[in-house]
Every structure is written in structure tokens, then in C-alpha cells.
């Protein structure tokens, strides 16, 4: 609001501030109060709706790998000694393996590995096929986001202004639309609280467009894990 008439923002001018609160339903509110010296005339803001925009947050990802994805090490489990039968090959055995290994038999073939029944590896059954990726290499993402307006806004409010602070003692009332109105004061007036109310509340509507998944997961490297069950 200005101290002058028709809202005056020029040189002499004193502006106030009277700003209702956020998420303001319009029910009576009184801001503060302001003497006659500085309610000349007061300005009151479009009611329009917000455009259409964008509420953008971030989408979380955790780690380099899909979810639910393992990580592995392999390492050589020859022990380097000689094996009483030259043609065997002596290995950790059961008994001494660390908590979280295991004996396995690896392949990096790129097609479909089939673990090897048990009279092949000496009556061990390594039945337990897992599938692991040497590199993984992850570029999707969702395409930007955007809304379009399908219906226009159309919204109308009665504001009505008051001397006391509990919206008795009217001072004007004013429909506004998409243009900001001003009115004068009366002489000698002063502010005290402000209400509104809708006399047309048709917000619109938008249509969200976007979010498509682009990119791929990229899988290298394969290697098949042939392994006993755990604790053999």
C-alpha cells in the first residue's frame, strides 16, 4: 500500500508492505495495523493461478551396480604344494576356507555355461551357478520433465478490507482477476485486516509430458561361477 493516492510509488511516497500468510484460504487475517499517515491507497494482486511448471527432484541411486547386485573377488585357490597324485591339484579345502568364500569353478564364456555333474570333478557337485559381469556400465536416466496447459486458469476473488482487526468495520471491497486493482482510502482511515473469498475458482489444468526412460545398462565381461554349497 502507498501513503499516497492511486498508489503512488514515487519520491515522498512511504510504501507498506501487507502481505497475508503463506497458504492464505482467505478467511480474515490481520497482518499488522497501519495508521491514516500511511494508508493513502492500496494495491491488490491478481488472482491467478500458478503456470504450469516443473516440480523437479532428484532421483536416488545407489552404487555403479543394479540393485540388488553382489560384488565379488576371485582368487587362485592352489595351495603350490605338490598333490600326492601329480595328476591332482591340491586346494583349500573346506575346513580352512575364511567365512563368505567359496570353492568355485569359473568360466568367462560369453554363452551359457552348464556346471559339470559331480563324476566329472571328483564327486564334488558344483551346482551352484552364479553369473557375475567383469564391467557394468550404467547410462540411463529419465528424459527432462515438462507439462503443457490442457485448460486456461480462470479465477475471481472478492478482497474486502477492514479498519479493525477482526474484518468488522469495512473499508472497500474489490473483485479482482488477471489485473492487479488499486483503490483509494477514505481520508483518516486506517488498516486492520483483510479477507477474500472466491467468485470463480476454475485453477486449470496441465499435462505432464517426459520422464521416459533413456540410456541402457551395459553388461561386459561375463563370468560364470560354478560353486559348492556353502560349507563343502
Known amino acids: 500500500m502507498s501513503s499516497g493516492w492511486m498508489c503512488d510509488d514515487g519520491p515522498g511516497a512511504t510504501l507498506t508492505p501487507y502481505d497475508a500468510p503463506a497458504g492464505w484460504d482467505g478467511s480474515c487475517v490481520a497482518p499488522g495495523a497501519v495508521g491514516a499517515e500511511a494508508f493513502g491507497s492500496f494495491r491488490i494482486a491478481p488472482a491467478a493461478a500458478r503456470p504450469c511448471e516443473v516440480v523437479a527432484s532428484p532421483v536416488p541411486?545407489?552404487?555403479?551396480?543394479?540393485?540388488?547386485?553382489?560384488?565379488?573377488?576371485a582368487c587362485d585357490a592352489n595351495r603350490g604344494t605338490t598333490c600326492p597324485n601329480r595328476a591332482h591339484l591340491c586346494v583349500v579345502g573346506a575346513a580352512e576356507m575364511l567365512p563368505g568364500w567359496r570353492r568355485c569353478l569359473l568360466s568367462e564364456e560369453d554363452e551359457?555355461?552348464?556346471?559339470?555333474?559331480?563324476e566329472e570333478t571328483l564327486g564334488l557337485h558344483f551346482s551352484e551357478k552364479l553369473t557375475f559381469w567383469g564391467e557394468v556400465e550404467d547410462s540411463r536416466a529419465c528424459s527432462p520433465c515438462s507439462c503443457t496447459e490442457t485448460a486456461p486458469s480462470t479465477?475471481?476473488?472478492?478482497?474486502?478490507?477492514f479498519e479493525d482487526a477482526a474484518c468488522g468495520d469495512l473499508i472497500d471491497a474489490a473483485a479482482v482477476a488477471q489485473n492487479a486493482v488499486c483503490h483509494d482510502a477514505g481520508p483518516g482511515l486506517t488498516l486492520g485486516s483483510v479477507r477474500a473469498e472466491w467468485w470463480v475458482d476454475a485453477p486449470g489444468s496441465c499435462a505432464p509430458s517426459g520422464r521416459e526412460l533413456v540410456g541402457e545398462l551395459s553388461l561386459r565381461k561375463k563370468v560364470t561361477a560354478c560353486c559348492l554349497p556353502e560349507g563343502t
Do not use: N, Q, Y
Not at 479465477?155 to 478490507?161: F, G, K, N, R
Open 61 to 73: 541411486r545407489d552404487g555403479d551396480v543394479p540393485a540388488g547386485g553382489r560384488v565379488v573377488v
Open 112 to 118: 551359457d555355461v552348464e556346471c559339470p555333474p559331480g
Open 155 to 161: 479465477c475471481e476473488a472478492l478482497v474486502s478490507t
